[in-house]
């Protein structure tokens, strides 16, 4: 296969990536922001607390999409591992997620219902860079490429 050739392949995969994960996340960002608007204004919790809680609720749905949509043909053994990485880097993205809404709320006094969504979606979206990166590179790794099997050598028939 020519290099040429190689790299389109690759680019198609990793579009073909892309889009699982945006699908997965699209429907992921819909269950946070749903939860977070649904606990900020049916609950008495602070703005912060109830992003946290939405984040951990999208956060379940999100591990089942991915495992099993997006990254079905990766790499299945290990679990344990696989979901301890997964809450960590899933951790430190809801620190990115909710400490921008945190920083917005608390330092800026930008608290009205609109710019709550603005600052939770701006920090789903920052937080959506590193969860691709690190998911994919460290989570959901791809399985090593199989060596192919050479066919048999043909053996001419020749005088005997």
Known sequence: MSDSGGM???????????????AVGALGLLVNMAAFNLLRHTTS?????????????AVVFNYVGLRYFA????????????????LLFSLVGAVIENGILYAATYGADWNSPLQSNFF????IAVATLFRFWSYRTWVFRTLPASEPVPAPALVEAGPE
């Open 8 to 22: 389109r392949t690759r680019v198609q995969r990793l579009w073909r990536e892309v889009a699982k994960f945006g």
């Open 45 to 57: 919790l602070q703005v912060v607390r109830a992003s946290v809680l939405a984040t951990v609720i």
């Open 71 to 86: 990254y079905r043909d990766r790499e299945k053994s290990g679990r344990a591992r696989e979901m301890g990485l997964f």
């Open 120 to 123: 939770k979606f701006l920090g």
